[in-house]
């Protein structure tokens, strides 16, 4: 989340990579250290802000169920509730405040979107902002449903074939 000079927020939705070699500048403000950049004047801060545990995970679109369990409790995560539904859902958090939630068999209504009626996993920082699976935070549902791959009773627990969804 960024704010602008108008005390708006607004959100970074992706970064994009640019090729070949460019020059960058760090520059140092006296007092505050906070200055407004750019056309929409959004207010920076000229020191590194540590990412928290759920910006810093790999990512895990693709891995197991056992693989994803393993890589939080290697990053701290712990695991601090299971649904009572047939479901099972998990939810693994960290001292920092992020949070990690597995959903085996996909959101129990279904939605437009495959990812989010199959097997994922959701990032959260400690603000509450869901996250991709870089870790940069997104209001997109198909970016913060992250598939995992379905378990084989997918289809008797949810009542619907793997891979559902249109979008």
Request: with cysteine; charged share 20%.
């Amino acid at each position: 989340r960024l704010r602008t000079v108008d005390d708006e927020i607004t959100y970074v939705i992706g970064i994009s990579p640019r090729p070949g070699r460019h020059d960058v500048y760090n520059i140092q403000v006296d007092g505050q250290h906070v200055f407004y950049v750019g056309k929409s004047g959004v207010l920076v801060h000229n020191s590194c802000v540590p990412r928290s545990a759920s910006e810093r995970l790999p990512r895990l679109k693709g891995k197991s169920e056992h693989q994803v369990r393993k890589v939080l409790k290697e990053a701290g995560y712990t695991r601090t509730h299971v649904s009572n539904s047939p479901a099972r859902n998990e939810t693994w958090r960290h001292a920092d405040g992020s949070e990690v939630r597995i959903h085996s068999y996909g959101n129990q209504n279904q939605a437009l979107y495959r990812s989010a009626n199959n097997a994922h996993i959701h990032k959260q920082d400690p603000l509450g902002n869901q996250l991709n699976d870089s870790g940069l935070p997104s209001t997109v549902p198909a970016d913060t449903h992250i598939g995992i791959p379905n378990p084989p009773d997918l289809p008797v627990i949810r009542s619907r074939p793997h891979g559902a969804g249109t979008q």
